[in-house]
């Protein structure tokens, strides 16, 4: 195994870890019956946004990458990132998220997993 291919493995896990901050920090509010964005999912998002940006340049690789999926994937982050940024502010506006968004968050975050892992 190369540098470049080490290199590689440890981008996708910190890809990962972001995605199960944000998940993670997503059920938690699900488990204690919140509606609320937190700034870990903030962190989450960023933190697998980042990766995945990276991810999707072809080093490191032997093989093409597919970039309709990896535009998929990117729009439904940003989607994500405007559908936290709106719960943000509509809860320091009324005090709390409304449930179409906060389940939308966790929905797009669990489907754009599957789509990485499905999508081939």
């Not at 309709?68 to 940003?78: A, D, N, R």
Request: net charge positive; glycine share 12%.
């Amino acid at each position: 195994m190369t540098c470049m291919e080490i290199l590689r493995h440890v981008v996708v896990l910190i890809h990962l870890v972001g995605f199960a901050i944000l998940f993670g920090a997503w059920v938690v509010e699900v488990a204690n019956r919140r509606h609320r964005v937190t700034p870990l999912m903030n962190i989450g998002l960023g933190i697998a946004a980042v990766a995945g940006l990276i991810l999707a340049a072809p080093w490191g690789i032997s093989y093409d990458l597919n970039y309709v999926k990896l535009g998929v994937k990117f729009v439904i982050v940003i989607v994500i990132g405007a559908l936290l940024g709106i719960g943000v502010g509509r809860e320091r506006k009324t005090g709390s998220v409304p449930p179409g968004i906060f389940w939308s968050v966790g929905i797009l975050t669990l489907v754009n997993a599957g789509i990485a892992v499905i999508w081939r």
